[in-house]
């Protein structure tokens, strides 16, 4: 492992302790959070439902699976457990998801970029919100060529992250579409704006829930993107 990259993961490993001290900002029992959820599991199911074939049929592997909370959702839809796999570089997440999933689905704990995947094994491919917390781009660019490199051709990685930067917190930057596409240079990229920008959520949702409707439906207050890369 290069020093740059090792550098890297431990400092992702305490960024994101720092955002544990955080964590009921995270809370899906908060209105804004579980507004942001059901809108981005929305878009993530109509991508979805595009595809030709079943999700039982179907190879997925996500990178930064954390507590397994996505992985069961694809259980939900229909995906097998020993068709699922998920990638996780912190070991209480690890653990964390171990306890909830199924033996059946495969986890790696570690280094995503160095996982055991087979090339061309997997339909798709799953990142949410895990490019963000990378600042190193020979780090981001690595993951992402790993991440190619286990599609099989018609394969999609599936990709929700932020696209602006956060001028109060330097653990995360934002990943434009525009460096999506230079990490993913010879995929076929189809992308929607969405989530309303979290700090708005937050301070709107304290006057009432039903205002993250409101304010999301002015597309420049969406801070995220869902965008479906194709392997062809």
Same mark, same amino acid.
């Given at each position: /492992? ?6 890297e +993961? ?6 994101y302790a720092?955002?544990?001290?955080v964590?009921?900002?995270? $809370?899906?029992l908060?209105?804004?959070v579980w507004? /942001?959820?059901?809108?981005r599991?929305?878009? +993530? %199911?109509?991508a979805?439902?595009? =595809?030709?074939?079943?999700? @039982?049929? %179907?190879? +997925? ?5 954390g507590?397994?909370g996505? *992985?069961?959702?694809?259980?939900r839809?229909?995906?097998?457990p020993e ?6 570089l912190?070991?209480e997440?690890?653990e964390?998801?171990?306890?909830v999933?199924p033996?059946a &689905?495969k986890l790696?704990l570690?280094?995503a970029?160095?996982a055991?995947?087979?090339? !061309? $094994?997997q339909?798709l491919v799953?990142? $949410?919100t895990v490019f963000? @917390?990378? *600042? @190193?781009d ?9 991440? %190619?490199r286990?599609?099989r051709? !018609?394969?999609?990685?599936?990709w929700y992250?932020?696209? &602006?930067d956060?001028?109060?917190n330097?653990?995360?930057r934002? &990943?434009?579409?525009r460096?999506?596409r230079?990490l993913f #240079?010879?995929?076929?990229?189809h992308a ?6 979290? #700090?708005?959520? =937050? ?6 829930? !039903?205002a993250?409707t409101?304010?999301? @439906?002015?597309? %420049?207050l ?5 965008? &479906?890369?194709?392997?062809r």
């Amino acid at each position: /492992m290069s020093s740059e990259r090792k550098q890297e +993961l431990q400092a992702i490993a305490e960024r994101y302790a720092r955002r544990g001290a955080v964590a009921d900002r995270y $809370s899906l029992l908060r209105p804004e959070v579980w507004q /942001m959820l059901h809108e981005r599991q929305r878009a +993530l %199911w109509r991508a979805l439902a595009r =595809r030709e074939g079943t999700p @039982s049929e %179907w190879q +997925l592997a996500e990178v930064g699976c954390g507590a397994g909370g996505n *992985l069961l959702e694809m259980l939900r839809l229909g995906f097998a457990p020993e068709h699922l796999s998920g990638i996780e570089l912190l070991p209480e997440r690890f653990e964390a998801a171990r306890c909830v999933l199924p033996a059946a &689905v495969k986890l790696h704990l570690g280094d995503a970029s160095q996982a055991g995947i087979e090339a !061309g $094994s997997q339909d798709l491919v799953l990142q $949410s919100t895990v490019f963000s @917390s990378i *600042l @190193s781009d020979g780090v981001q660019q690595a993951l992402a060529e790993a991440m %190619w490199r286990w599609l099989r051709p !018609g394969g999609v990685v599936l990709w929700y992250d932020f696209i &602006v930067d956060n001028p109060r917190n330097r653990d995360v930057r934002g &990943v434009p579409l525009r460096r999506v596409r230079e990490l993913f #240079p010879q995929g076929r990229l189809h992308a929607q704006r969405l989530t309303l920008a979290p #700090p708005i959520a =937050r301070a709107v949702c304290r006057l009432h829930p !039903g205002a993250y409707t409101v304010f999301n @439906s002015i597309p %420049w207050l969406r801070s995220h993107v869902l965008a &479906v890369i194709e392997k062809r």
